[in-house]
């Protein structure tokens, strides 16, 4: 059975960092697409960022390029979404999800996901 689990999400001060993990059993995560995707109140879901199974290849939304970076530890099978300089716009819930696709965000749908993680981002 593939469990996603995330935590790591709160209340944060603008401009202060979060890490968000996704910590991932029931599959080899080298061998899977891991991604970060999130959804605010009242707007669609989007993807954040995604490492690929293959070469870790990244890929970040363009609001997040330089502020956020995904990264894998393999031998704590954990996917972790370090955040900088947070703005009250990066408030959402944040979801991580994962594929045995050779995929990036920017495709749907993803196979696995986790419930999700709050990030509040407010002063």
């Known amino acids: 059975q593939v469990q996603l689990v995330e935590s790591g999400g709160g209340l944060v001060q603008p401009g202060g960092s979060l890490r968000l993990s996704c910590r991932i059993s029931?599959?080899?995560?080298?061998?899977?697409?891991v991604a970060w995707f999130r959804q605010a109140p009242g707007k669609e879901r989007e993807g954040v960022a995604s490492?690929?199974?293959?070469?870790?290849?990244?890929d970040y939304t363009d609001s997040v390029k330089g502020r956020f970076t995904i990264h894998r530890d393999s031998a704590d099978s954990t996917v972790y979404l370090q955040m900088h300089s947070l703005t009250p716009d990066d408030t959402a819930t944040y979801y991580c999800?994962?594929?045995?696709?050779?995929?990036?965000?920017?495709?749907?749908?993803?196979?696995?996901w986790g419930q999700g993680t709050q990030v509040t981002v407010s002063s």
């Open positions: 999800a994962a594929d045995p696709r050779l995929i990036a965000i920017w495709t749907t749908p993803w196979t696995n």
């Open positions: 029931g599959i080899m995560i080298d061998f899977h697409s």
């Open positions: 490492i690929m199974n293959k070469d870790s290849i990244t």
